[in-house]
């Protein structure tokens, strides 16, 4: 596919997970005496935020600091490695699905996270939770949308080959 702006992909192809690791030092959940934990915080040192861990603890029936801490684990290391493939291959349709590819996982991590889906603990913080939800539907309509104008430049190659 012959892209018109290609610098203008490469950047938002590394925007979009740049953005994912700021929104991880945004607010996460306030638990009341201490200040506000971020989801940063709370995934390097959660020994450190035994009250955030309480807190959830109210609101999520046998909760498990592992949970969350895997979920974002498999999203930071994929981000990473999206970011990488960026740069060394720029914009092709690999970099197109390894990033939706990263955002279905984003999706799925997050929506069998209970700590970081929609929940009434929504109320005290988890702005980070709806930015990182937003930055996985991001990730995929960014590849859904690199990938459908290859489809149809393949469309319009096939119909000038057809006529010759």
Known sequence: MKIEKPHLWVLAYIAVPVLYFAALFLPYYHAGGGG????????WFPE???????FLALFYEAFRVNDLITALWETQLMAIFVIVMTLILKVRG?????????????LISFLTT????FAPVLVYGGFASIIMLLLFL??????????LGIYREYRKAAVIVKQS
């Open 36 to 43: 506000v934990t971020s989801l940063g915080a709370y995934f």
């Open 114 to 117: 209970r700590s970081l889906t």
């Open 138 to 147: 991001a990730a995929l309509s960014l590849s859904a949308l690199y990938l």
């Open 48 to 54: 450190n935020n035994v009250q955030t861990t309480s």
């Open 94 to 106: 690999v970099t197109a699905i390894l990033l939706g590819s990263w955002g279905v996982m984003g």
